[in-house]
């Protein structure tokens, strides 16, 4: 008697072509081996919000980081000193270094009364004093909006910082301060007052921004020359953070993607 080797059941069904026996589906999809959290491909309504939320938090918290970087004592006293702000004022170098000091105080920690005086003097009228406390007023909102954005973006950063698309939404925010970046500098180097008055026409509507140079004390302590280039020191430097950013994230985003682990296909 003939003896034919035994076939496994699944090649006799296939090869007779008739209904697959009761059994485990056999399965030839592709699964992907992940390592840590995994990435976000599917561009659903949360993950598209998450990247939205990164993306303008890298604005803010940019914008914050170099407005900071200027308004310091070390930055303004060294404006004040290029635009002789001792000799506009009459004051000395240390009563201007004194007055500057105690409004920034009230600017930044406060009570904002401004009342700081000069040999009894008040150096500041009841109008420069109420524009100031607006000032202030402009100063806490923006600070807690970058104190938001900061925290929004280390909890995002923090808790993906493997998956590629929170840094490439990283690159996208600062790419696009890059952008305006440049708008800003153009608009300070051939269009200052007029760039300065829409921002004071912005932020402070009800119009009690405008002082007269020859007998105020608050556009003798900060000059025009103090304000462009200050203006122009905040756009340079925000270009350079912007930039550096976004060629990081960027950089980091690729790496990531050629470290992901390639698909392994897994059949049952």
Known sequence: MKVTPATSSRSRWAGRGAARPPGPPISTRTHPVTTGSP???NR??????????TSLSTVIVAIGFTVAA???P?????EQERAGVPAITGYT??????VTGSILADLFVGPPNFATAVNGQPV????ERSHMVDVRTVLVGFGILVGAALIALAVIVAANRRNAWVWRAVARGSGALVLVGIVVGVAVLFFFDAAFLLFHLVFFPQGNFSFDPRTERLTQLFPD????????GIAVVGLAIAVAVTLWARRRATRLD???????????
């Open 39 to 41: 990435d976000i491909t």
């Open 44 to 53: 659903s309504l949360p993950s598209a919000l998450l990247g939205v939320i």
């Open 70 to 72: 200027f308004f310091n």
């Open 74 to 78: 070390l930055w303004i006293g060294f």
């Open 93 to 98: 170098p240390a009563q201007v270094q004194a």
């Open 124 to 127: 500041l009228d009841a109008a």
């Open 225 to 232: 020359q103090f304000w462009t280039e200050t203006s122009i």
């Open 258 to 268: 050629e470290t992901r682990p390639a698909a392994a296909i897994v059949s049952a």
